[in-house]
């Protein structure tokens, strides 16, 4: 199982990045992925996760209207669409694989029970300059 993101780096206060999670090594649309951030000296936080088979997005309330996530099933790979970034959103950015528990556990706990997890990738880092 992997999980590998990508597209993180040094952008300006209200500036976008795209970020990747691509994946490989279990069954996609059985799973939701999750993004989760960390600021040093912070616990991990859910941003946003998405359920494969039906595209049910959740979004933490300080991204929303921000940041846009979706999902490519043919290539297995989630994306973070994150715009106007501000410089609390910097943190390395993990995405997570989370076997779909049905949608009113998914929603209860999608963006908080990270040890619910079942997979995670290594992380990348998001850096927003003022």
């Known amino acids: 199982v992997q999980l590998v993101e990508s597209g993180g780096g040094l952008v300006q206060a209200g500036g976008s990045l795209r970020l990747s999670c691509t994946t490989s090594?279990?069954?996609?649309?059985?799973?939701?992925i999750g993004w989760f951030r960390q600021a040093p000296g912070k616990e991990r936080e859910g941003v946003s996760c998405?359920?494969?088979?039906?595209?049910?997005?959740l979004y933490a309330d300080s991204v929303k209207g921000r940041f846009t996530i979706s999902s490519d099933n043919a290539k297995n790979t989630v994306y973070l669409q994150m715009n106007n970034l501000k410089p609390e959103d910097t943190a390395v950015y993990y995405c997570g694989a989370l076997y779909y528990p049905g949608p009113t556990t998914y929603r209860e706990y999608g963006l908080t029970h990270t040890d619910e997890y079942d997979y995670w990738g290594q992380g990348t880092q998001v850096t927003v300059s003022s």
């Open positions: 090594g279990f069954a996609f649309e059985d799973y939701a």
């Open positions: 998405i359920n494969n088979s039906d595209e049910d997005s």
